[in-house]
């Protein structure tokens, strides 16, 4: 009985984990295609955002895609809402249209978890370049990307790669 109760215990432990982890890794809606998305967020970087306190509907939309964030800083521009905030100490943005609807959420992760193919690719393309600590994932869409910066000397460059290895772009700083 014992062991019974113990596996239970544990079985009951892991399934509320699985909800904590799917719940802080959201799904991107569907009510908009890829394109839409990517027209919307960039419309909201080349408008002049401004501080706003979210009506409840987002703030529980935020709550329930992200039930952990904590300092969370809300701006809009353009019909969107994005909101800054942090998770376990982790740096986070997630962009809303007005209904609540989650386009796209950007966070900080480690080397480590910075898959092996974009760690191939990128050393591939910048073969002399060496990681920074820096690294961001995006889920936007359907797609994830990966945000890389890599140095060399006094070069710094910020790259980002879809979820396949595919290269997408480059920024010097």
Do not use: H
């Not at 959420?105 to 990681?131: G, H, M």
Request: aromatic fraction near 14%; glycine fraction near 4%.
């Amino acid at each position: 009985m014992k062991i019974i109760f113990k596996t239970l215990s544990i079985a009951g432990a892991l399934f509320v984990m699985s909800l904590t982890a799917a719940a802080q890794n959201p799904a991107v809606s569907t009510k908009y295609s890829d394109e839409q998305i990517e027209k919307q967020i960039q419309s909201y970087y080349t408008a002049n955002a401004r501080d706003v306190f979210p009506d409840e509907t987002l703030s529980l939309q935020l709550r329930k895609d992200f039930p952990t964030a904590y300092d969370i800083e809300w701006e809009t521009a353009a019909g969107i809402y994005e909101a800054e905030f942090e998770i376990d100490r982790k740096d986070y943005k997630a962009c809303y249209d007005a209904d609540g609807n989650l386009l796209m959420y950007v966070f900080d992760i480690r080397l480590s978890e910075i898959p092996e193919i974009i760690r191939n690719t990128a050393k591939a393309k910048y073969p002399k370049f060496k990681f920074d600590r820096d690294a961001k994932k995006t889920i936007k869409g359907k797609n994830t990307f990966y945000e890389v910066t890599l140095e060399k000397g006094e070069t710094e460059i910020e790259a980002t790669f879809r979820s396949d290895g595919s290269f997408v772009k480059e920024r010097y700083d």
